[in-house]
């Protein structure tokens, strides 16, 4: 059973499976969520740019795309395709019930970057349309960067999942530097700090690019199973789903090869068919 509390709209403000007092973490949420629906495709419900004017045929296609390829999936991540045009609190928010009501968490990945006080404001406002978890970058550190958005989401149980290793090419110019440390004059490669800063803030997962699965492996060795890993890039970005596993990726992020599919309800069902069972 799980309580859905709905403001004035009747939208759903309250995290996916949250009872009062429970205390499950989102990264266990998910765990169950991807069990139950034998999946771990989180899809990416993104769209190409359209006409602001045309809002309410990019709502309806989101919700049609949701509700043909629900059964196949064990989360839905949302990004600037979606909020920019439909807005958080008049748009996004109906996805997000509707998201809920097939039982599913919605991350939004906003990749929140900025100063500690304005992160707090951020994701205060994604949590209060009902997002389960949000992305941050972890470039911004921990004391007035990102310590301020893992507060309030131990307070409202949500999650915070960070960036670790991006999926594009120019990922190697910020993630995949070598740092050097200022005392020691120890080497360490960027993503390699940001993975022991996972364990150590204690993240509900880290994106690591299904491009770069030796990253994954590398990544992996580091978290074990105590920071799942969430892998996007894969079909469109040229990675692929079964290689990002077997490196050790829990998590597939798929948009393109589903949303833009003639048939998405059938690209997402072979592709979920295709991979190994949910551990
Ligand atoms: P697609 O499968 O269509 O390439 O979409 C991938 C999604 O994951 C997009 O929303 C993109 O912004 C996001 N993403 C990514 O591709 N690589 C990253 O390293 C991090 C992301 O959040």
């Known amino acids: ?90 748009g996004v928010q109906k996805l997000i019930s509707r998201i809920h009501e097939k039982e599913l968490p919605a991350i939004m990945d906003c990749k929140a970057n900025d100063i500690g006080a304005s992160n707090q404001v951020i994701a205060e406002y994604y949590y209060a349309a009902g997002f389960d978890a949000l992305i941050a970058n972890p470039f911004v550190g921990w004391e007035e960067g990102l310590k301020p958005i893992f507060d309030v989401a131990r307070k409202q149980q949500r999650g915070v999942i960070l960036l670790a290793y991006m999926s594009h090419k120019g990922a190697t110019e910020g993630y995949g530097q070598t740092v050097c440390d200022a005392e020691t004059g120890k080497k360490t490669p960027q993503y390699v700090v940001f993975a022991r800063k996972a364990l150590q803030w204690d993240a509900d997962g880290v994106v690591v690019g299904a491009t770069v699965p030796e990253k994954i492996r590398e990544i992996h060795e580091i978290l074990g199973e105590k920071v799942p890993i969430y892998s996007p890039g894969i079909g469109a970005q040229g990675g692929a789903a079964e290689t990002a596993l077997k490196a050790g990726a829990r998590y597939l992020i798929v948009g393109r090869e589903i949303t833009l599919a003639q048939n998405p309800a059938q690209a997402a069902k072979a592709l979920a068919a295709s991979l190994p069972h949910v551990r």
């Open 1 to 90: 059973m799980r309580r859905l509390s709905r403001n004035s709209k009747g939208y759903s403000v309250t995290p996916l499976n949250i009872e009062a007092g429970g205390t499950l973490s989102f990264k266990a949420r998910i765990e169950e969520t991807a069990k139950n629906k034998a999946s771990r495709i989180v899809l990416a419900l993104d769209f190409p740019f359209q006409n602001p004017e045309n809002r309410e045929n990019l709502l309806a296609k989101a919700q049609s795309v949701l509700e043909a390829v629900h059964p196949y999936i064990c989360a839905v991540k949302i990004n600037h395709h979606l909020v920019l045009p439909l807005g958080t609190f008049n």
